[in-house]
């Protein structure tokens, strides 16, 4: 009697072994894949806060643009205010990167005080008489303004109120001291920035005013400028300085950096700045 023999089970473990690394391949092709398809991280959100002088408005805006572009994740956030309004604030504990002023004098106690490092002058200014678009043919010229009707100017702690006085001591001492009483008693109003003149002006509220060259040149669609003569004029200086306590120090030498290249000499030129000269 023979034993009686079972045919065994075929046997599969080769063939599941190749399924098991089959499919092990496509998953990792599809891990692939994803991790291509994947876009790369944002760059890191950052924000710049500059204060700067009013009459800095439209070209630091200009500036803003190819500085962002240039640097990833950067935004600008901007504080545009009479020079002395900055400062009151800065004194005051308000956070910031970097000031940008319209004079030196209310830098200067920042730095005594040591609330902003060495400021350094970026670019220069000066001040013009614009007259409304309605008085403009009785005010041909500067020495015309004791007969405006009405005279707008900055307040004296503001720089270009400050501006103001100087032409007007310099002018009295040509024409005399007369000329400075009369245009004096035209004076309707002192203004807290140089803008807030402009605008006064612009709207009729006012028919003189005497705001930077600047100011005058972006406005020309809606007052007359009228230039003030070298013998009486004087020269309006910007500087520009890092906040001691900068939350974003490295971006704030970027954005003085920029300001004063090439590039930020060419944007200030066109909007009517005189830049400083290259670093």
């Known amino acids: 009697m023979h034993p009686r023999t079972f045919p065994s089970a075929p046997c599969h473990a080769p063939r599941f072994a190749r399924c098991t690394l089959i499919l092990g391949a496509v998953?990792?092709?599809f891990v692939g894949l994803?991790?291509?398809d994947r876009a790369p991280p944002a760059p890191a959100q950052r924000e710049l806060v500059v204060f700067a002088a009013a009459s800095l408005r439209d070209v630091f805006g200009a500036l803003a643009r190819p500085f962002t572009q240039a640097h990833?994740?950067?935004h600008v956030t901007f504080n545009f205010a009479g020079t002395q309004e900055l400062r009151a604030q800065i004194e005051h504990g308000a956070a910031f990167d970097v000031l940008a002023a319209a004079d030196e004098r209310h830098v200067e106690a920042l730095?005594?005080?040591r609330l902003i490092r060495e400021p350094i002058?970026?670019?220069r200014n000066e001040p013009v008489l614009v007259v409304s678009l309605e008085a403009a043919s009785r005010l041909h010229r500067f020495e015309d303004l004791p007969f405006a009707g009405s005279l707008v100017v900055g307040a004296p702690e503001v720089p270009?109120?400050?501006y103001t006085r100087q032409v007007l001591d310099r002018a009295s001492s040509v024409l005399g001291p007369a000329f400075r009483a009369q245009v004096l008693d035209r004076i309707v109003s002192h203004e807290l920035n140089v803008r807030h003149v402009l605008n006064k002006v612009r709207l009729g509220e006012a028919e003189a005013g005497i705001v930077y060259r600047t100011d005058a040149r972006m406005a020309a669609a809606t007052v007359i400028e009228?230039?003030?003569p070298s013998a009486?004029?004087?020269g309006a200086v910007y500087p520009i300085a890092v906040a001691e306590e900068a939350a974003q120090r490295e971006l704030a030498r970027m954005w003085v950096a920029f300001v004063r290249s090439a590039p930020g000499r060419g944007i200030l030129r066109s909007a009517g700045f005189e830049p400083a000269e290259a670093p």
């Open 232 to 234: 009486y004029s004087v």
């Open 226 to 228: 009228r230039p003030i």
């Open 72 to 74: 990833p994740g950067a």
């Open 27 to 29: 998953c990792l092709s």
């Open 34 to 36: 994803a991790c291509r």
């Open 121 to 123: 002058v970026f670019a």
């Open 111 to 113: 730095v005594r005080a």
């Open 160 to 162: 270009i109120g400050r």
